[in-house]
């Protein structure tokens, strides 16, 4: 019996509410993750999870063995990884979560050279543009824009995400370019639904003053890739970060607009489940994302020339 396989089916399984999720993270079908729990039942002598019609949910023993098995899970990857790590060598899947925008256009084209120097290591990425629950969808590091409140997660700043107001020259010229951020409340503002100050923009004014204007418009989104189209059609103006326009600011598709008002930048953050240890080849990860954010302009904290 692989104690650590039938570990992580239990633990795949109450982190996910049901067989046939499990099943499908962990590359396998229902029928053989069905039969690894009931083979770990008749190890440890209890039922771990009642099951329904409607799901599974996890029976007193199995709410103690779970962090058991957690434990072990981490315990056997530090010590899987140790050898390795210690040639400078990482192996095994990671699980790396990040909003859409950002995974596209910022962590995907760093990761061929991570991939390049560890051929045994790789890499599952899950965009969303919502606040996911690192531990029910099986995340090892989410990369996360904004502050981070929860108790129950570690993180590590990697970088800072600053904004600009932006829009594209043409619709500029027919509405105007505002002259100080109150006049936003009379223009077309895309909303990012994502942001807690989505109706109102927070800004820091010339002399340090801070203040928030309140916004409006016709179009919200709920992905920041869908504010981002929208601004490059020439739907309004966007508060949005300046790593999402690098090309299109050079080239002059977009411009920023009150450029002398710096909307209020957010921390770029490597977020990990407190409940767990980070194993080499996650840390591996977070290291290549941390150095080559290091020398990005646009993901530091000073002004982009």
């Known amino acids: 019996m692989d104690m650590l396989l039938h570990f ?5 399984v109450a982190e996910l509410g049901g067989f046939s999720a499990a099943a499908r993270a962990l590359n396998a ?8 729990i009931a083979d770990l039942e008749q190890r440890v ?3 771990l999870l009642h099951r329904s019609p409607t799901g599974v949910s996890l029976t007193e023993e199995g709410r103690s063995f779970l962090g058991a098995a957690r434990a072990a ?5 530090t010590a ?3 050898v390795g790590a210690s040639r400078g060598e990482v192996e095994g899947l990671v699980r790396l979560g990040s909003s859409i925008a950002f995974g596209r256009l910022q962590v995907i084209p760093r990761l061929a050279a991570l991939l390049e120097r560890h051929p045994a290591l790789s890499i599952e990425l899950a965009l969303s543009d919502g606040v996911v629950d690192l531990v029910q969808e099986g995340i090892d590091v989410s990369i996360r824009i904004g502050t981070v409140t929860d108790p129950d997660l570690v993180v590590r700043r990697l970088g ?3 904004r600009a107001v932006v829009a594209t020259p043409g619709y500029v010229a027919r509405v105007g370019r505002p ?8 223009h077309q503002c895309i909303r990012f639904m994502g942001l807690a100050t989505r109706e109102g923009w927070p800004f820091e004014g010339p002399d340090g003053e801070t203040f928030t204007v309140p916004v409006r418009g016709q179009l919200r989104a709920n992905t920041s890739e869908v504010v981002r189209e929208a601004v490059l059609q020439g739907l309004g103006f966007g508060l949005c970060p300046v790593w999402m326009f690098c090309r299109e600011l050079r080239d002059g598709t977009v411009v920023p607009v009150l450029t002398d008002w710096t909307p209020t930048a957010l921390p770029i953050q490597a977020v990990f489940s407190s409940r767990r240890q980070v194993p080499a080849r996650v840390r591996a990860v ?18 982009a020339a």
Do not use: K, M, N
Not at 179 to 186: C, K, R, S, V, Y
Not at 288 to 294: G, I, V
């Open 8 to 12: 992580r089916a239990f633990v795949r």
């Open 29 to 36: 079908s229902q029928p053989a993750i069905s039969r690894q």
């Open 45 to 47: 002598g209890a039922r």
């Open 73 to 77: 899970l981490d315990a056997a990857d």
């Open 80 to 82: 899987l990884g140790a």
């Open 160 to 162: 800072t995400s600053r």
């Open 179 to 186: 002259a100080h951020p109150d006049e936003l409340a009379q």
């Open 286 to 303: 977070v290291e290549h994302l941390a150095a080559e954010f290091r020398t990005d302009p646009l993901l530091t904290e000073a002004r």
